[in-house]
T-cell receptor, first 112, second 112 residues
Framework: GENVEQHPSTLSVQEGDSAVIKCTYS??????FPWYKQELGKRPQLIID?????GEKKDQRIAVTLNKTAKHFSLHITETQPEDSAVYFC???????????FGTGTRLKVLA | DSGVTQTPKHLITATGQRVTLRCSPR?????VYWYQQSLDQGLQFLIQ???????AKGNILERFSAQQFPDLHSELNLSSLELGDSALYFC???????????FGPGTRLTVT
């Protein structure tokens, strides 16, 4: 069935360093890949997304890369700041259903 | 603020009871999605409506049902509640089915 694996489950980095979170999806028909940031007790917030016709997308300190052949995509955060600390979820969706299959989340801690 | 509203914010009820969670999508959005997030768990897709019609179903229990009304707000009904139903329930909306989803603040359900 549809599945999205996300690694690592926890990640600690020093302020100013980069953080990378990786996801692998199983459904080759998936064509849309959003990333959400969720702070404790709050709603998931869309931070960046990528569609399957693009290999990379960047928005200031955040970038996402997609490898359709290998069926994986990654979130890159550069120059991390304490306010980047949160749980990050990747997701995948396919045409026809549009429901999101979420990864299990990565708890990112940026140490000051 | 995403523009998606959910009521109530918190709900405490007993096992065996029935509750209704309400969601108002962003102005102009036609699609509504419901997700369940248990403690320290990821986001599980429950059900999707588009312009009043059910479009996709996830791992939604038979005790749970939903609908989307002509004014596009949606309600999630949970009946015969069990302790394991305690969770955060999020609603998300999008303009079209293949557009990005924006999440509401969630309803925290506690079943005692």
């Amino acid at each position: 069935g549809e599945n999205v694996e996300q690694h690592p489950s926890t990640l600690s980095v020093q302020e100013g360093d980069s953080a990378v979170i990786k996801c692998t999806y199983s459904d080759s028909a998936s064509n849309y890949f959003p990333w959400y940031k969720q702070e404790l007790g709050k709603r998931p917030q869309l931070i960046i997304d990528i569609r399957s016709n693009v290999g990379e997308k960047k928005d200031q300190r955040i970038a996402v890369t997609l490898n359709k052949t290998a069926k994986h995509f990654s979130l890159h955060i550069t120059e991390t700041q304490p306010e980047d600390s949160a749980v990050y979820f990747c997701a995948a969706s396919r045409p026809g259903t549009y429901k999101y299959i979420f990864g299990t989340g990565t708890r990112l801690k940026v140490l000051a | 603020d995403s523009g998606v509203t959910q009521t109530p914010k918190h709900l405490i009820t007993a096992t065996g009871q029935r509750v209704t969670l309400r969601c108002s999508p962003r102005s102009g959005d036609l699609s509504v999605y419901w997700y369940q997030q248990s403690l320290d768990q990821g986001l599980q897709f429950l059900i999707q409506y588009y312009n009043g019609e059910e479009r996709a179903k996830g791992n939604i229990l038979e005790r749970f049902s939903a609908q989307q009304f002509p004014d596009l707000h949606s309600e999630l009904n949970l009946s015969s509640l069990e302790l394991g139903d305690s969770a955060l329930y999020f609603c998300a909306s999008s303009f079209r089915q293949d557009w990005e989803q924006y999440f509401g603040p969630g309803t925290r359900l506690t079943v005692t």
